[in-house]
């Protein structure tokens, strides 16, 4: 069982950085792909990057591509979302996601979800 809590959340400026941390529980964590999802008020959740376990693919959704990065680190069971440019249409609530098996952008195939941590850019 894996169980994620993200943190990093806050407010920001439009054109400033937030970095994201979800630190994982679980033994396996170096073999689960993992995902950033995020949620703003009213609207469904929305496919933000998924990483595969292995590292070899890495997709982005095409509002994020160039200013969002993810990143990995086994050691300390966390993965990162580092956030640079922000807009303020990227306010949402975040979320990790991971999954041992599958490594979608729907947001259904994936097995273990964050509480979430919120974003807000002000313009």
């Known amino acids: 069982q894996v169980q994620l809590i993200e943190s990093g959340g806050g407010l920001v400026q439009a054109g400033g950085s937030l970095r994201l941390s979800c630190a994982a529980s679980?033994?396996?964590?170096?073999?689960?792909?993992m995902a950033w999802f995020r949620q703003a008020p009213g609207k469904e959740r929305e496919f933000v990057v998924r990483?595969?376990?292995?590292?070899?693919?890495?997709d982005y959704a095409d509002s994020v591509k160039g200013r969002f990065t993810i990143s990995r680190d086994d050691a300390k069971n966390t993965v990162y979302l580092q956030m640079n440019t922000l807009k303020p249409e990227d306010t949402a609530v975040y979320y990790c996601?991971?999954?041992?098996?599958?490594?979608?952008?729907?947001?259904?195939?994936?097995?273990?979800w964050g509480q979430g941590t919120q974003v807000t850019v002000s313009s």
């Open positions: 996601a991971a999954s041992p098996t599958r490594f979608s952008t729907t947001e259904g195939s994936w097995n273990y």
């Open positions: 679980g033994r396996t964590f170096s073999r689960y792909n």
């Open positions: 990483m595969h376990w292995s590292g070899g693919i890495t």
